[in-house]
């Protein structure tokens, strides 16, 4: 979907606007509390994009009756957009590309070469030994 900044809103598929309804605090199962907020459309009578876009056959409300909701956390999206930026920068491609030669390499030999499959030593001095 797309998303209009300057009426917090996303587009569907269909044309129709998803407005932002109201803002909740979810807690997962880790005990992160993060903000989340519900844009929601206000019909999605004769979308035939209907059966595509809305999920979840536990509802009990029929089909006909659904409109479309969605959950997004701006926070999140900030932080992907920051990831993206960093990791795709040249010094991030860098560093990705030394961890694939140096790191992962290694590992990959011991556990093949030498059938080790756990590493069970605990402290700097069992591990260098």
Excluded: W
Excluded at 26 to 51: A, D, F
């Amino acid at each position: 979907m797309d998303y209009r900044e300057e009426t917090d809103s996303y587009i569907c598929r269909n044309g129709r606007e998803l407005t932002a309804q109201y803002d909740k605090k979810v807690r997962n199962r880790n005990g992160y509390t993060s903000l989340v907020t519900i844009y929601e459309c206000e019909s999605c009578q004769g979308c035939p994009y209907k059966e595509q876009c809305i999920h979840g056959n536990n509802c009990k409300t029929p089909m006909e009756e659904r409109t479309k909701r969605l959950n997004v956390s701006k926070v999140m999206n900030q932080k992907r957009k920051e990831d993206l930026v960093r990791i795709t920068s040249e010094y991030g491609t860098q560093l990705r590309m030394n961890r694939s030669i140096q790191t992962e390499g290694s590992f990959a030999e011991t556990k093949e070469d030498m059938n080790f499959r756990r590493y069970l030593y605990r402290g700097k001095k069992n591990v260098l030994a």
